[in-house]
């Protein structure tokens, strides 16, 4: 299965009750939650495997880390085009 959206945000409540920490706390804080009980489940029975969920929160780190380039590459043509147009 791939990543094609982001989830819905975790609420503050939802982020400490899952121990996410804060720099994990983004748009995939929901696949990082999802693999932190995997492996909380993992740890009490070694036959669970968190490969899936590991690998769904990285693919979600991965398209939001290109979302996040993109927007700042849109941001900074958007400044040249005002700068260009204010010294014009």
Known sequence: M???QFPPLLSEDDCQKYKVPLKWRDRCAAYFALYQTCLIRQSANSSV????????????????LIRRRKELQQ???????ELATASS
Not at 49 to 64: A, R, V
């Open 49 to 64: 495997s968190c490969k899936h969920d590991k690998h769904s929160w990285e693919e979600c780190e991965n398209l939001d």
């Open 75 to 81: 941001a900074k043509e958007q400044r040249r085009e």
């Open 2 to 4: 791939s990543v094609t």
